[in-house]
């Protein structure tokens, strides 16, 4: 590489001119002189104006929807999942999948037992409770003849139960016959009393009144504690003066019994009794007393003494305007033994001794035995109230007065039915049968 040189010319006139700044020629060989190569690169050479090259990503052709069709869910759907993946909802497509899998498996099942539910329920309310051997107990005492068990007598057992017990009390009584009179207190509640079926678990006595005047005759069984119940059981009394069974108890059932008596059998005073599938064997008012009371599948027979013996059924005989007693007969069946077939009405189904009274009869069996429904004995001025819906038998069109109701099946079923008689408050025990509507086919 050369030097650079000065020549003389230059250095005179730099001389000569002192106010101007000296100037010096410097001469550079260009052709010797040359710049380094630049480092080599991997980068493409491009000019400053070039644009930065776009980035390769595959793509995806597609076959264009042809113009008359329109598009379907199914390529619709297909358009938003690639490599199954949903684009707009950034999920899986095979989770999405099973999901709605998942979902439909869901509601297929909640509408299976939704259905089963309520078929359950209807099934339930129009054929009531189905009965079982035995109904749940927290406590169980047994009674039996051959002393295998915890007593020999009712009354001990019932003596040794719990005092106002919130729960169901079970007394099971064995087959045979108990002669004693059973008294259960105000303070002997929810009790029940089994035993192994009619004609085989007997509880009789001769218990009469104390004097021939007495308002009150004795009983076998005398019940006073709430929500009592009996089944399966025989209560007799076989004394003239004295009834079967006298029911003082509120919420009480009797559910497969015979009430067998003399004359009187069933002496009942208390709010809400319900009665089903029962035998009352008695004479003249065979139930009689101030309660609200229904019987539903029972069977009523009443003797005779002499042909001429006028028969009532039931009486009642409220002293007080402000309390309705009622009797309602659902699905029962009347007859009455010794009859001769003879033109006088000497046999009614109810009749009113007091100031108030209601008796309703309904789908029920009237044998050419009962020459008529009701005999109106109410004294001046009190109210009394008797209707009729849907009987059967010869002595059901018999005799039909103008003071009876004949109802439709609307306020039958809107009025007197056990749906409506227990309300809302269900106090019918479990595994006792009933129904709570109208038979439709009767």
Known sequence: MASPSLSPTSLHSASNDASEPPCVDIEVDVESHTPPPPPISDTPFRSPTQSPPRPHFPTTIRSPTPPSIPPTPFLLRASREVDGFDVQNH?????????????????????????????????????GKTSQTKPECEVNITVSKDRQSNFTTISEAVEASPSYSPYRVCISVGSGEYHEMV????DKTNIILMGEGIGRTIISSNATREEPDSPSPLATLWINGKGFLARD??????????????????????????????????????????????????????????????????????????PEEKIVFSSLSTPLLTFESRFVFHLCSFYVDKFQNNRSETTFIGSSLGKRASFVIMQSYLDA???????????????????????VGSGATANIPPFIHVLDEVEASSKYSLRVFLGRDDWVPPRVEYDLDLIKSF
């Open 233 to 306: 059981l025989t209560v007799v009394n076989t004394a003239k003066y004295g009834v079967a069974v006298k029911n003082w108890a509120k919420n009480s059932v009797f559910f497969r019994c015979r009430l067998q008596g003399v004359d009187a059998t069933l002496s009942i005073r208390a709010q809400n009794q319900f009665y089903r599938s029962c035998q009352l064997y008695g004479g003249n008012n065979s139930i009689s007393g101030i309660a609200r009371a229904f019987f539903q599948k029972c069977e009523f027979r009443s003797e005779k003494s002499y």
């Open 369 to 391: 035995s009962v020459s008529g429904y009701f005999l109106d004995t109410s004294p001046p001025n009190s109210i009394t109230y008797f209707a009729i819906f849907g009987n």
């Open 91 to 127: 999920v899986p497509a095979q989770r999405r999948i099973q999901w709605r899998r998942v979902v439909k498996v869901v509601v297929f099942s909640s509408m299976i037992i939704l259905i089963g539910v309520l078929a359950t329920l209807y099934f339930t309310s129009k054929r």
């Open 183 to 186: 008294n259960i207190g105000d």
